[in-house]
T-cell receptor, first 113, second 117 residues
């Protein structure tokens, strides 16, 4: 079965620092990839998704992610974080068809002023 | 856009009682709904998949008699935690997909924090 690894459990950054959160999935073939964000006390929101085409995906709030098929990776990036980016970030993958999302364990991002 | 309403947002119940969590798709029809559980500092784990009008498919290790899922209509799925115990305390989240085979319709409810005392 598909699995997702997020290598960083907790990341602490200062404002304006650059961010990269790692995400790897277990096996290849055609997959759909997602990054979700969960702000404190709120529900999951979709940041961005990849289905096909340009492997560099732009999302909301200045986030982007790059799909590297050879590395089974879909890392999330933001050039300059803000305090409001403090949240839990989840990478998710799904196989084609009527299949559920498989989530990574999440990475907590704390941005300090 | 697609909205999923989940109620209640939080509930505290006594051990041995049952709790029902509702998940409604407000502006679209959800033929498939997924129920996830999130323990503290852990990922969302899929509990079951429910398709409207049929029995839910449970993931390995999830007790179907304890976590009753009903998906009687295209806009409503319910999860009932029966005879709840403290170890069932968790964050439960539903997710609905708008169209069969669509990858665009994954919308999450706001979650239900269940505390069993």
């Amino acid at each position: 079965a598909q699995s997702v690894s997020q290598h960083n459990h907790h990341v602490i950054l200062s404002e304006a620092a650059s961010l990269e959160l790692g995400c790897n999935y277990s096996y290849g073939g055609t997959v759909n990839l997602f990054w979700y964000v969960q702000y404190p006390g709120q529900h999951l929101q979709l940041l961005l998704k990849y289905f096909s085409g340009d492997p560099l995906v732009k999302g909301i709030k200045g986030f982007e992610a790059e799909f590297i098929k050879s590395k089974f990776s879909f890392n999330l990036r933001k050039p300059s974080v803000q305090w409001s980016d403090t949240a839990e970030y989840f990478c998710a993958v799904k196989d084609p068809g009527n299949t559920p999302l498989v989530f990574g364990k999440g990475t907590r991002l704390s941005v300090i002023a | 856009g697609a909205v999923v309403s989940q109620h209640p947002s939080w509930v505290i119940c006594k051990s041995g009682t049952s709790v029902k969590i509702e998940c409604r798709s407000l502006d679209f029809q959800a033929t498939t709904m997924f129920w996830y559980r999130q323990f503290p500092k852990q990922s969302l784990m899929l509990m079951a998949t429910s398709n409207e009008g049929s029995k839910a498919t449970y993931e390995q290790g999830v007790e179907k008699d304890k976590f009753l899922i009903n998906h009687a209509s295209l806009t409503l799925s319910t999860l009932t935690v029966t005879s709840a115990h403290p170890e069932d305390s968790s964050f439960y989240i539903c997710s609905a997909r708008a169209l069969p085979g669509s990858v665009y319709g994954y919308t999450f409810g706001s979650g239900t924090r269940l505390t069993v005392v």
